[in-house]
């Protein structure tokens, strides 16, 4: 699979992943509350979630950068992102 599928319906060429945070320990930083309000300024915060934010999701697509906030967690990401469906065999044709 080429996405990483998150909440409300939205998905993420995984390509385009730059890295993946913890929005509580990483929103201390004063780099990434500057990232954070250049983002917002550049209308290039999503939020896809209804929940509580637990991580957020750098991701540097085609046309410009984009910052997901999610309400999954870090290591639940990452297991999406590791359990990839993979073929038992593969057909000659």
């Known amino acids: 699979m080429r996405y990483l599928q998150l909440e409300k319906g939205e998905s993420i060429d995984k390509n385009e992943i730059i890295g993946i945070f913890d929005i509580e320990s990483a929103s201390i930083?004063?780099?990434t509350k500057e990232l954070f309000k250049r983002k917002e300024e550049e209308h290039g915060v999503?939020?896809?979630?209804n929940d509580l934010p637990k991580s957020f999701?750098?991701?540097d697509g085609?046309?410009?950068?984009?910052?997901?906030i999610s309400g999954i967690s870090v290591d639940s990401i990452k297991k999406r992102l590791n359990n990839e469906i993979k073929p038992l065999w593969?057909?000659?044709i």
């Open 29 to 31: 930083s004063l780099a």
């Open 46 to 49: 999503v939020s896809v979630s």
């Open 57 to 59: 999701i750098l991701c």
């Open 62 to 68: 085609e046309y410009t950068d984009t910052v997901y």
């Open 90 to 92: 593969i057909k000659n």
